[in-house]
């Protein structure tokens, strides 16, 4: 038996290799005919193979007939025999094969086929009924009694209350993704007077960061990214105003806009009275996706995909090319909804905003026969889905439809989409959803484990307004979610998934977050909010939150992914969480993370304290937000007054120094003192008033004024025989050009050479040099200053004195190299001293890492 296909897989094998097999391969080789024997419209029948033997080998696609007959590869067997399939359904099949050939189960024919209206998503909401408990005084919210009533029926009790401490920390992650500050703790410590926990529950939502926080949940599900993905030929793939999107969501969550207008701006803004930039922006929902190479039919259904799923929970997109298999949604009812955004253009204007407006002429299109635009079936009318609809069912009438579109979903008539809403926001507070299949709701989706509970947060979710803010109010203030995380041996026995929700689970913190909270330990976050994306891996490194870092869709970061991060080509319903070895690696190495451990060792609040017991103290109150107990104080003074590792000069060094042009030589070398990010020079602005232009770059430099020389120093780390390899440029007629010299150790000059609009070679061969010797290469101005910039890229090779004659004949890799060209950086900091050596060890403990 194969393995389940994950949800990834399937996604994959529907999207982009069911259509291939119906549209290319169906006809000879589907339910009516089967040349050679070979069917492929299942995938027993796939395995099976063809009258002569299996065409496919899961797994591996390069010993796979099926693949070697669609590249061509085999003279007597081309298939399909019209003409070769495009290079990426080509594509698509060798990755399905790879994947292991994912197939969904296939559907089981029934009588019935009216069983989807007893389904439980379709079912209208209802006026909850309070259940019957026999602990009702633990119930803290009309909600806790729901999951005492299952945890009582099932022989359970609920956890004990977390500590004060421990449900101040989750709460503050929960709602704002930052860690609260040790001045948070003991405030609400100091608080014991009723109504401690709501007054930091409005504390908090009334933050901009909780915006922001509960904003990148939603841009999941959005699929945003700063590009558009892969396109053909040299065009721009950036959506340079992508970030508007992602601040009106931000500042759509801080206002607490209602849920169902959020939805109708986001799907159908342009399309409101007095639509403006502000609200334009939300239809980055729809537009801020991929561009799929220019093809209009994928581009609507990704955006049809992301809507159904995102709002619904309903896989519309399994209907492109057939009946959906499963749910009540069939081929017609998707070419309806897909008029609706055939229907709708991009206008150029306003230039600023990824919108959306209503086409000249509003059509209906006629079905995609097995999802080929090339055999088109019945009109579809623009309508509503007819499972949710119901006998409201009428023609949408209003331009594209797009509008009553977003009515219909956000109805409170639509019985699924406050379910969804409601079931994605107990997923970001508990861990998993009441319903474990987020943005599935059909027949195949995992039944709620408390299906009174998700109806009674749906119906009261719409009851107050559809206010996320007052069902987070709910919920954080319940006693199910003031649990502690303790499990008895029978729960973890019978409840080891804690479907039950008898406690609290364990939770890691995810990349945003982790990031997020390093920078306000080390106190060097920037608080500041919205604005363009900015480059989190350059540096120097930006300390804005890590929501506003740039996503770049088809070159996703390593880190991104390292961490679990949201894949931005399709709708995410929720992260999956991984423990790999580069997690370790990156918290370990990171320059980010070094340069917040310095930050945090280096805080005013820290290096204030008056010995060094009190220094840990203060450590450990910014990053863990607590006092150490004696055991941990002791240990850690006794690390921190041991002396740390002394720091060693790097290999190249860049400065300047007085020239003596009659001694050639060097009076004086200071190091330059201001980096670009790519080039050393004397100030942030050019010319310097000391140092004039005088600058040096990877490639060259630029002199200063007569007699200040700039200078390119190699600091020799072994004894050996070095030798030079270099050419000097000097490109421009006007002025006289440059000179250049190279000076060793204690020999001083070894040449002198000068180059005016040309080349010349700068070579030098066996110099004897011992640890520390110092090579400058120096180039200076001459009688005139102007236009006088330089390529100089020299290359160091040292054959160690360890090498003898034969040794180096047979052993040519004893030689070093050091490229001045490719070795050339910024500032290097030395290694972490003890203080600081402390404050990355406290970064990077499981308190700090994980809640609960």
């Not at 502000?278 to 537009?287: H, P």
């Not at 954080?476 to 998934?497: K, N």
């Not at 909270?517 to 919205?530: P, Y």
């Not at 310095?598 to 805080?603: N, S, T, V």
């Amino acid at each position: 038996m194969p393995k389940p296909a994950s949800a990834e897989d399937l996604e994959f094998f529907e999207r982009q290799v069911r259509p291939v097999l119906a549209n290319h391969c169906g006809e000879c080789h589907g339910a009516k005919k089967q040349e050679a024997g070979l069917r492929l419209d299942n995938r027993a029948s796939i395995v099976k193979g063809s009258d002569t033997g299996a065409v496919v080998v899961a797994g591996d696609p390069a010993t796979s007939k099926l693949i070697a007959a669609v590249n061509y590869n085999d003279d007597n067997l081309q298939m399909p025999p019209d003409g070769k399939l495009p290079g990426e359904a080509i594509a698509a099949l060798s990755e399905w094969v790879k994947r292991g050939l994912p197939w969904p189960v296939e559907a089981v024919p029934t009588a019935d086929a009216d069983a989807w209206r007893r389904h439980w998503a379709f079912q209208p909401l209802r006026a909850p009924v309070e259940p019957a408990v026999r602990q009702k005084e633990w119930a803290r919210s009309p909600l806790d009694l729901f999951i005492l009533a299952r945890l009582e029926a099932e022989g359970f009790e609920p956890s004990s209350p977390a500590d004060r401490r421990t449900w101040l920390r989750r709460v503050t992650y929960d709602l704002v993704g930052l860690p609260p500050t040790a001045g948070d703790f003991e405030a609400f410590a100091a608080d014991t007077s009723p109504g401690a926990e709501e007054r930091v529950v409005e504390r908090l939502l009334a933050s901009p960061a909780y915006g922001e926080r509960w904003g990148r949940h939603w841009l999941d599900c959005a699929r945003y990214a700063d590009t558009k993905g892969y396109l053909a030929g040299n065009v721009d793939r950036n959506y340079p105003n992508a970030y508007k999107y992602r601040d009106w969501v931000v500042r759509a969550l801080n206002d607490d806009m209602p849920y169902d207008q959020f939805l109708v701006q986001q799907i159908a803004a342009d399309r409101l009275p007095e639509p403006n930039p502000g609200t334009l922006a939300a239809l980055g929902f729809l537009t801020v996706g991929r561009r799929f190479l220019g093809n209009v039919a994928d581009t609507i259904d990704d955006r049809l995909d992301t809507l159904c799923r995102t709002t619904m929970g309903l896989t519309i997109s399994c209907a492109r090319c057939h009946d959906h298999k499963f749910d009540p949604i069939g081929i017609k009812d998707y070419y309806s909804l897909y008029g609706v955004l055939d229907s709708t253009v991009e206008p150029k204007e306003p230039a600023d905003l990824m919108t959306l407006a209503d086409g000249p002429n509003p059509h209906n299109v006629r079905v995609f026969l097995r999802g080929s635009s090339h055999n088109l079936g019945d009109e579809a009318p623009r309508q509503f889905l007819p499972c949710v609809a119901g006998d409201k069912l009428r023609p949408f009438t209003q331009g594209s439809g797009r509008l009553e579109l977003a009515q219909a979903i956000a109805s409170r008539d639509n019985p699924l989409t406050a379910r969804v809403m409601v079931n994605r926001v107990w997923l970001n507070f508990f861990g998993a959803g009441l319903v474990r299949t987020p943005s599935d709701f059909g027949r195949r989706s995992d039944p709620p484990t408390h299906p009174e509970l998700l109806n009674f947060l749906a119906w009261r979710f719409m009851e107050e307004g559809w206010s996320l803010k007052k069902l987070h109010r709910l919920i954080v203030l319940s006693s199910t979610y003031r649990q502690s995380s303790h499990e008895t041996e029978e729960m973890r026995r019978r409840d080891p998934s804690n479907l039950l929700l008898g406690r609290m689970s364990r939770r890691r913190l995810d990349l945003e977050a982790m990031r997020d909270s390093l920078l306000a330990a080390a106190g060097t976050l920037d608080a500041a909010v919205g604005g363009p994306a900015v480059d989190m891996f350059s540096e120097p490194f930006t300390h804005r939150r890590t929501i506003y870092g740039q996503i770049e869709r088809q070159n996703l970061p390593g880190l991104f992914r390292t961490f679990d991060f949201a894949s931005p080509d399709t709708h995410n319903a929720q992260r999956f969480t991984t423990t790999v070895p580069q997690q370790a690696l990156f918290l370990l190495n990171s320059p980010f993370v070094n340069e917040q451990a310095r930050a945090l060792a280096g805080r005013s609040d820290v290096q204030s304290q008056a010995d060094a017991r009190g220094r840990v103290v203060q450590l450990y109150r910014c990053v863990l937000g607590r006092e150490p107990i004696e055991a941990e104080i002791q240990p850690a003074v006794e690390f921190a007054t041991t002396g740390g590792p002394t720091t060693s000069p790097t290999v190249w060094r860049y400065g300047y120094g007085e020239w003596d042009p009659a001694a050639r030589k060097l009076q004086s070398f200071d190091e330059l003192p201001h980096w670009t990010g790519t080039a050393w020079q004397g100030g942030k602005e050019l010319p310097d008033p000391a140092l004039n232009y005088l600058q040096l770059y990877a490639e060259g430099g630029h002199p200063g004024v007569a007699n200040r020389a700039i200078v390119r120093r190699f600091v020799v780390t072994q004894p050996g025989v070095a030798k030079i390899e270099a050419v000097l440029k000097h490109e421009r007629p006007e002025g006289d050009g440059v000179e250049a010299h190279i000076l060793v150790g204690e020999r001083g000059d070894v040449g002198r050479w000068v180059a005016h609009n040309g080349q010349i070679g700068t070579n030098v061969a066996d110099l004897a040099v011992k640890p520390g010797d110092t090579i400058d290469f120096v180039a200076v101005c001459r009688a005139n200053n102007g236009f006088d910039r330089f390529a100089w890229k020299p290359v160091v090779r040292l054959m160690p004195a360890t090498a003898d004659a034969g040794s180096a004949a047979g052993g040519a890799s004893l030689e070093v190299v050091w490229d001045a060209g490719s070795g050339f950086h910024g500032p290097v900091p030395g290694p972490l001293d003890v203080w600081q050596r402390l404050a990355h060890t406290l970064l990077l403990t499981n308190e700090f890492m994980y809640l609960d």
